[in-house]
């Protein structure tokens, strides 16, 4: 919670915070490295999956904002290879990674803050009595994950939102270049919009970024827990990409009408061009199921779905990879 949850969702993204808890029982050693590494592995991973699926997750932001300007009725149907066809011929290969250096610059603070935070969430809210779960109470382990993962993705967001902003604004950018790079566009959006420019969408992306990955957290987690009484002899390793994914797939489903909205409020009065919703969150919602219908709050879901299998498969081996190699190092 891209996510990304860019949040994303972001989208999104923030699907892909489903690391530490696949750690098998018998190394306990990997799961005692200390902060810093903890934060390098977490947002080095976030940044390495991030950039293997950019593809991905520019055709969806592109898919997530089409009704802005445009007239529903007249809309083609979202198509990936149209779409990735166009961006070929029109903006060259290296336009799939559009934004791709903000993303980086976003995801591993994000992703840093994002795992870290979760750890301490956690250790805190066992200490509150009925949370602690002693007497191997499920309920309470699984508020524990759910509370914990919407925490750790709001407080994570709070802190890199400006650069999710600017993310999103890079990427939509199609022919016409309205900002030449990341400072280019901070500048730009506070003299043209204000400081708090910076911060157009942060509602809806506080409102989705917790339900996104407390989801995500607390589905993998079932998830795992029931795979292993089922069958405990399976590859560990098997067992959290399978789960990671669902859990994944399932977040971004409940989430998406949250993210598509709020790409759309990050990108209002962008490049000078007319506001489009001035009702706020709940108004922007109205005005899409107006004119586009219920579809309309899932355009560009399926590229999001395509992108978690393999995002959720990059983070974890690059997570658990650098936590093991980490461990070993100076810094544990």
């Not at 990304?4 to 799961?31: C, F």
């Not at 979760?118 to 309470?140: C, H, R, S, V």
């Not at 007319?274 to 899409?288: D, E, P, Q, S």
Request: with cysteine; aromatic share 10%; net charge positive.
């Amino acid at each position: 919670m891209e996510a990304r949850v860019g949040v994303d969702g972001g989208s999104a993204t923030r699907k892909l915070l489903h690391h530490h808890h696949s750690r098998p029982p018998q190394q306990p050693q990997i799961s005692q490295i200390g902060t810093v590494p903890q934060l390098l592995a977490g947002g080095i991973a976030g940044a390495f999956s991030k950039t293997c699926t950019a593809p991905l997750a520019r055709l969806t932001i592109l898919f997530q904002v089409q009704g802005m300007h445009s007239d529903a009725a007249v809309m083609s149907k979202p198509c990936i290879w149209r779409e990735a066809l166009r961006i070929m011929n029109e903006e060259g290969f290296r336009a799939f990674w559009k934004g791709n250096l903000v993303t980086i610059a976003h995801r591993l603070p994000y992703s840093s803050v994002n795992f870290y935070a979760y750890e301490q969430y956690k250790t805190f809210l066992k200490t509150i009595p009925g949370l602690d779960g002693y007497g191997g109470n499920a309920t309470a382990d699984a508020a524990v994950h759910f509370v914990g993962g919407g925490l750790a993705g709001i407080t994570s967001a709070s802190v890199t939102y400006p650069l999710d902003l600017v993310r999103t604004r890079l990427a939509a950018q199609r022919s016409a270049i309205y900002y030449q790079g990341i400072r280019h566009a901070l500048r730009t959006i506070c003299k043209d919009e204000g400081f708090l420019g910076l911060y157009k969408g942060m509602g809806a992306t506080l409102l989705g970024v917790g339900p996104s990955i407390a989801i995500s957290f607390s589905v993998y987690e079932s998830l795992r827990s029931h795979w292993h009484s089922q069958r405990p002899d399976d590859s560990s390793v098997l067992v959290s990409l399978a789960c990671g994914s669902l859990s994944g797939i399932a977040s971004s489903t409940a989430t998406f009408p949250l993210d598509l909205v709020r790409r759309r409020m990050q990108l209002e009065g962008a490049g000078g061009r007319a506001r489009v919703y001035n009702t706020g969150l709940f108004g922007t919602f109205r005005h899409i199921l107006r004119s586009e219908g219920f579809r309309g709050l899932y355009r560009g879901i399926m590229p999001e779905y395509y992108k978690v299998v393999p995002s959720v498969g990059i983070v974890f081996m690059t997570y658990e990879t650098l936590k093991k190699l980490l461990s070993n190092g100076s810094f544990s």
